[in-house]
């Protein structure tokens, strides 16, 4: 009886093994199936990368920055235009008053530096990413390279439009289309793209055809040689509101000139850029007090446009320098 049993047993427990194998080789021969019948979904961070080519660094943004820092005015401004406070830990180095729309978000924002903060106080922030303006920014004296600071974890983004030569406004709208992309509000930066190009367009439909564009020289600083602007983003700026830059042959960007070239070129406008510790008041007294330039039209018509620095910058606030270079150069036709 007991032999019987066992015998039993081991008849039923072999069968069950039989069973088992076969349901795994169904369900390995199903997995293949679906396998090859299905396309590989890849995780949700995967799907989400974003590539960006930046200054020759190929960039990838598994995710949306969350503790960025921002390192020039104009990059501080996108990002407030993009409404990103809330992934900001930092900014410093600006070269104006914040936009007043923009104030009470950037109050919120800690200011690390008046310039570039130290090393220290930047890491100490603990930023996953900074976007400067300038790629003044990463230099060994300043925060350090951008490989360094990618292998302590802060990938960072230069502005290509300050930082490339002849720069047009396609090409600082290409850079709010790159933030956009990197912290995923890609909608807010073409809205915020788009805006600026119909404020250009007004502008553009006001001041109508020009016939003959007013010459222009650009005056930043200077006494024994004046520093002007030959191709810079300003340049093209002039040229969208139908004026010609009259260093615009120089294959430089911000340059020295002497003030016999600019009597020979004879400028109809001069726009003062307004930052630092001379006043764009005390920029006018000079060159209206400078012998050599008193039978340049511009000074015998006291003709001045004052921009501040920040609005000659490669960042959103280009619908204001085009209304104020716009309404310096056709006073009848555009009004403030």
């Avoid at 406004?169 to 709010?176: G, M, N, P, S, T």
Wanted: hydrophobic share 40%; net charge neutral.
């Amino acid at each position: 009886m007991k032999k019987r049993k066992l015998t039993m047993m081991m008849i039923l427990g072999t069968a069950l093994i039989v069973l088992l194998a076969a349901c795994g080789d169904h369900k390995r021969t199903s997995s293949a199936r679906q396998t090859q019948e299905q396309p590989l979904i890849t995780s949700p961070s995967e799907k989400a990368a974003v590539v960006i080519e930046n200054r020759g660094e190929k960039l990838v943004f598994p995710e949306a920055p969350k503790r960025a820092i921002t390192l020039n005015q104009h990059a501080t401004e996108v990002m407030l235009a993009l409404g990103l406070e809330e992934s900001m830990v930092g900014t410093a180095y600006l070269d104006d008053r914040i936009l007043p729309e923009f104030k009470a978000k950037y109050d919120k924002i800690p200011i690390l530096s008046e310039k570039y903060p130290s090393k220290e106080v930047f890491l100490a922030a603990s930023p996953d990413f900074a976007y400067a303006g300038w790629e003044s920014a990463f230099t060994e004296k300043s925060l350090g390279l951008r490989s360094d600071l990618a292998k302590q974890g802060v990938l960072t983004y230069v502005q290509e439009s300050s930082n490339k030569p002849s720069p047009t406004l396609e090409d600082v709208f290409q850079d709010i289309l790159n933030i956009g992309r990197i912290f995923r509000v890609d909608g807010k930066a073409k809205q915020v793209v788009n805006d600026i190009r119909k404020k250009l367009e007004d502008i553009q439909a006001r001041i109508g055809t020009v016939s003959k564009p007013l010459q222009v020289f650009v005056y930043d600083s200077g006494d024994d040689k004046a520093f002007t602007a030959a191709n810079t983003y300003l340049t093209s700026l002039i040229n969208t509101v139908g004026a010609k830059n009259i260093f615009d042959d120089l294959n430089k960007g911000w340059t020295e000139v002497s003030w016999e070239e600019v009597v020979a070129r004879n400028p109809d406008v001069i726009v003062v850029v307004d930052y630092g510790d001379t006043t764009a008041a005390k920029k006018i007294e000079l060159l209206q007090n400078k012998a050599s330039l008193v039978d340049v039209d511009a000074i015998k018509n006291k003709r001045f446009i004052v921009l501040p620095l920040s609005a000659a910058a490669e960042g959103i606030r280009a619908p204001i320098a085009l209304q104020t270079l716009a309404e310096g150069l056709y006073p009848d036709q555009i009004q403030p």
